[in-house]
């Protein structure tokens, strides 16, 4: 059975940097990325990979160039570096995996079959 587990989420300060981390049991997947989830707004698109190491990563608009999706294969882990952190960053933060989709529905979270359970970031002014 296919498992992802998050870490590395934490409080920070306007301005500062954050890694977070997803090791999954699988490399098996057409899409892998990060979606995120403030409280009382619907799940949006962060960044995602088609296929597992396998191109240049997608970003929305609003973290592009701040963020950066990475993986390592040695370790089933895929990473996603959080850079100039903001307060609209603050959200809980979902790794995703699809192994169904097209690659015209990367960026819909409906699109990906397994999470993980999610790590809280909270960015302070």
């Known amino acids: 059975q296919v498992q992802l587990v998050e870490s590395g989420g934490s409080l920070v300060q306007a301005g500062g940097s954050l890694r977070l981390s997803c090791v999954t049991s699988?490399?098996?997947?057409?899409?892998v990325g990060w979606f995120r989830q403030a409280p009382g707004k619907e799940r949006e698109f962060v960044s995602a990979?088609?296929?597992?190491?396998?191109?240049?990563?997608r970003y929305a608009d609003s973290v592009q160039g701040r963020f950066t999706l990475s993986v390592d294969s040695a370790k089933n882990t895929m990473y996603l570096q959080m850079n100039s952190l903001k307060p609209e960053d603050t959200a809980v933060y979902y790794c995703?995996?699809?192994?169904?989709?097209?690659?015209?529905?990367?960026?819909?979270?409906?699109?990906?079959?397994?999470w993980g359970q999610g790590t809280q970031v909270t960015v302070s002014s």
């Open positions: 995703a995996a699809g192994s169904t989709l097209i690659l015209s529905s990367i960026r819909n979270s409906a699109s990906y079959n397994y």
């Open positions: 990979l088609w296929g597992w190491n396998s191109g240049r990563p």
């Open positions: 699988s490399r098996n997947f057409r899409a």
